[in-house]
């Protein structure tokens, strides 16, 4: 059975949620999912076949407090993330400007330096457009999981 971790970088609980709406989408797929709320460096080396975080963006463009010490960690360790693929779904508010999915869009640059590899698009959801964040993510999630299983296939 293949495995999802989901990392969830949140402040008001808005991106917790997104992961809590989709997981059932994974398990219906016949993935075995995990949700990490505290997620750690550690998250990011268990032999999860893929990875998903849901990161909202706070203040000007930051992270959330739970996800701070996880990109400190990733940016002091600097470990090779060659194996992790993963998808990326920011929460933002384009009312913000320049630092909409601020949060996000960083992790995601982040990540890359460290040779991860992203699976399709980052999904950016903007509070000013969708009042309920995985009315946006669903769909988005559902088109992701078809594509990985064709790649697989």
Partial sequence: MPTLTILV??????ALDVAEQVKPLFEQAGYKVD????????DLTHSA???LFCVSTTGSGDFPGNFVSFVRGLQEKSP???SLRYGLIALGDSSYGETFCGAGRALDALLEEHGATRLGDRLEVDAMETFMADDAAVPWVEEWIVAQQLKVA
């Fill in 80 to 82: 090779s993330l060659a």
């Fill in 9 to 14: 970088g949140t402040m008001y609980g808005g």
């Fill in 35 to 42: 949700i990490s709320e505290q997620p750690t460096i550690n």
């Fill in 49 to 51: 076949d893929l990875t």
